[in-house]
């Protein structure tokens, strides 16, 4: 943009940006096709979150005086204003920084006016963390030392959401990373649409998303009238408790709709039933109005919600349209016959899970052999194998997605490994024959015990001997009565194998001569004490991938021991696209990364639970970022998979005054906080990691404290993919030879990002 302070976007981010609606809107269309995949590390996206003042709240004087109690908390108070004019970050949100927002904002409700007590607190400016490394407890409300009975509180309705809204959602965000929270809310007022679906009442659900306010409107039974306002606003109500009236319901206890009323700044629901209908609407949580009466003539059954996220937790969101079409289409995948609408366009899948195989394989996928589809009353699957040595397997949970699997997704496996061994009378390794293969997985549970409230990992132990049994004589009966594809299948576990013995037979040499040429301390490398091989205390071990003598000169003096390790690059790191994994070894400084690591052999052997790349926000600090991950991506790609891969966000500048310093993460929160510290405030410019001092650094790389203000405490960005089947692409483009082509784009393209 010109200014020197503009945040830079990645290489490997603009490869996102290419089909996102930054860069590339993509077009309108109903085909799944269409939708482009990318890898996102979200490490620049920022937004700021003020709470303000909520609305006077309509309970009784006792409610006011609990609340009083809430707007003394001295301390609290305090450190939140301190901390006025930090950046709100949008990838996942500590927590901490979460349950701290909302609980300011619950301190400011103030009672009736006809009391007139309470005095009103002042409005604090809360920052909300990037994804911090740890969750931290939040501020008591008294001090430590003035613990007692006025210490305990007591909330009403829905306030507890909004204290800890990271029980229920996550994660606040901007709405850049798909897991943002605003995505959540939207998901659980569509879940509640597509369980009306699966016990049998209609067949449509209209969604509008315009402005940030969505509307959703399905055409099922409707919530009955009378306990419309209570399954919506009592976390103790809903019809999901009762199986026999939701059977294998997305939601498990209605708690989802709840959470969706609680931090939206408006929500109204309306539930129409035989000709009668009934309406509620809420502030925050809080009922501003509720009716009763008929329905216009002709009107059909259903249920109706609209809502708009409160600004005041989520900061300025907005709703990346591709994400949305993605959940829609997956909705579609699994339950066929099912249409939906959004902003009038309409999503519909008459195949289901094939459907959703044949879009992630996009044009020109190939498969060995033509997928075995199977289906019993809880179990649903889909598999091929293809050429690839990639194994990726799609799994959902009563039309949940579960992004980091499971039980079932591991007994499904297991199934699949016995079936095949059972068949071929041998004993094949699960890696050789689950290597290239391509799963869509669906099972059904009337009671299933997720993770997390987010639902992306499925913990049921007792399904796995079923599932694997199931799945193995599936397996087994499927290759009997096919023995062209069993062969097809064989083929590739036996090439699977010599693959695999190939890459071992020649690295193994290559690690041995590697780790006899590598010292007992490893060059560059700043080890702690503790890693993952030590139990509970490498649970937070992690490793900072940082460049040049400077940034690690500043990390060094002010990093955990026990936990911390810092490995330095001497500078941009050799762009390894194209070479094969030998070549790594003869690369002396990621040959001593990849040792650092652990990772020489195999995964399962890495010595740290985040690896953390720590570089400059400037354009050699991308550049070397982008370097890393193509490394990562080329030769350990399960190591992003599987969650182990942050970004370091350091603040860009520091203003100050004689009596307080304010950490920013951006420009806009730059300016607030000038704004708040008045005109002789001082402003400092961080252009790289070395700049920052080992006293301040130590701020940013260590889990924020209790008391502290929010603008401090480690700030991690995850680096996730969001699909596999564009990588490759992707990495060639960026990475490649295709130096003219690249060039091109970056000049019509990037050419406002860089500096003159």
């Not at 509180?153 to 959401?161: A, M, P, Q, S």
């Not at 693959?499 to 040499?509: H, P």
């Amino acid at each position: 943009m010109g200014e020197e302070t503009k945040n830079k976007k990645s290489l490997l981010e603009m490869a996102s940006q290419m089909v996102s609606e930054k860069e590339a809107p993509a077009k309108k269309n109903a085909s799944p096709d269409a939708k482009k995949t990318a890898v996102k590390s979200n490490a620049e996206s920022k937004s700021t979150a003020t709470v303000k003042k909520a609305a006077p709240s309509e309970k009784s004087a006792s409610t006011a005086t609990k609340k009083e109690a809430l707007a003394k908390a001295p301390s609290k108070k305090e450190s939140s204003t301190k901390a006025g004019g930090t950046t709100a970050s949008s990838a996942k949100t500590a927590a901490s920084s979460s349950t701290a927002k909302a609980k300011t904002a619950s301190a400011e409700k103030t009672a009736p006016s006809a009391e007139k007590k309470p005095a009103a607190p002042e409005k604090a400016k809360i920052s909300e963390n990037k994804s911090s490394s740890q969750d931290t407890p939040s501020k008591t409300v008294s001090d430590a030392s003035d613990y007692n009975e006025d210490s305990i509180l007591h909330l009403e309705g829905l306030e507890h959401i909004r204290l800890r809204p990271g029980m229920y959602i996550g994660s606040l965000g901007d709405g850049s990373n798909e897991n943002d929270g605003i995505y959540i809310l939207l998901k659980e007022g569509i879940d509640n649409a597509v369980d009306e679906f699966s016990q049998g009442f209609g067949d449509r659900v209209d969604i509008e998303i315009k402005d940030g306010r969505v509307k959703i409107r399905d055409y099922g039974r409707g919530i009955p009238l009378g306990k419309l306002e209570d399954c919506v606003s009592n976390v103790n109500t809903g019809a999901k408790y009762n199986n026999s009236v939701f059977k294998q319901a997305i939601g498990m206890n209605g708690v989802g709709i709840k959470a969706t009323n609680a931090l939206s700044s408006y929500f109204r629901a309306a539930s129409i039933r035989n000709g009668k209908m009934a309406v509620v609407e809420f502030k925050r949580g809080n009922k501003i109005s509720a009716s009763t009466g008929d329905a216009k003539p002709g009107v059909k059954n259903g249920t109706y919600l609209e809502f708009v996220p409160d600004t005041e937790l989520f900061g300025k969101y907005n709703f990346n349209m591709e994400m949305v079409e993605k959940r829609i289409w997956n909705y579609a995948y699994l339950n066929p016959g099912l249409k939906l609408i959004l902003n009038g366009q309409e999503y519909l899948s008459e195949n289901g899970l094939s459907d959703l195989l044949k879009h992630e394989l996009g044009e020109g996928g190939k498969t060995l052999y033509e997928p075995f589809s199977y289906k019993s009353q809880s179990l649903e699957f889909v598999m091929t194998h293809t050429p690839s040595l990639d194994k990726v397997v799609y799994s959902f949970v009563n039309g949940q997605s579960t992004e980091d699997g499971g039980t079932h997704v591991t007994a499904f496996l297991d199934g699949v490994t016995k079936g095949v061994n059972d068949f071929f009378k041998k004993e094949y390794d699960q890696k050789d024959i689950t290597s290239g293969l391509l799963v869509a997985l669906k099972i059904g549970l009337d009671n299933p015990m997720f993770t997390s409230q987010t639902k992306n990992k499925l913990g049921n132990v007792e399904i796995r001997l079923p599932i694997i049994k199931e799945v193995q004589v599936a397996v087994d009966d499927w290759l009997r009565h096919h023995p062209e594809i069993a062969n097809a299948m064989e083929e590739k576990i036996i090439r699977n194998q010599k693959a695999r013995d190939e890459i071992n037979s020649v690295t193994a040499k290559t690690i041995r001569d590697a780790e006899k040429s590598v010292s007992l301390k490893i060059h560059k490398l700043k080890d702690c004490r503790y890693h993952l091989q030590d139990g509970k205390k490498g649970e937070n071990s992690m490793i900072f991938i940082t460049e040049g003598d400077s940034a690690t000169g500043s990390m060094v003096g002010c990093r955990d021991v026990e936990t911390q390790a810092i490995f330095s690059l001497r500078g941009k790191p050799e762009n390894m696209y194209g070479r094969k994994k030998t070549a790594l070894f003869e690369n002396e400084e990621l040959k001593n990364l990849t040792l650092s690591l652990g990772v020489q052999k195999e995964i399962e052997g890495l010595r740290y639970n985040k690896i953390i790349i720590a570089t400059d926000a400037n354009n050699d600090g991308f550049h070397i970022r982008n370097l890393v991950m193509t490394y990562l991506l080329l030769y350990f790609e399960e190591l992003i998979l599987t969650g182990h891969v942050f970004i370091l966000e350091t603040p860009l500048f520091r203003v100050r005054n004689k009596t307080k310093t304010v950490y920013c993460y951006s420009e806009q929160s730059r300016d607030k906080a000038m704004k708040a510290l008045g005109k002789g405030a001082e402003i400092t410019r961080f252009k790289g990691l070395g700049e920052i001092s080992p006293h301040e650094f130590g701020q940013f790389i260590h889990p924020r404290k209790e008391g502290e203000s929010e603008d401090v405490g480690i700030h991690l960005t995850p680096v996730t993919i969001q699909t596999l089947q564009n990588v490759p692409k992707v990495l060639e483009f960026y990475m490649g030879k295709n130096t003219p082509e690249r060039r091109e784009f970056i000049v019509h393209h990037l050419a406002a990002e860089i500096d003159a």
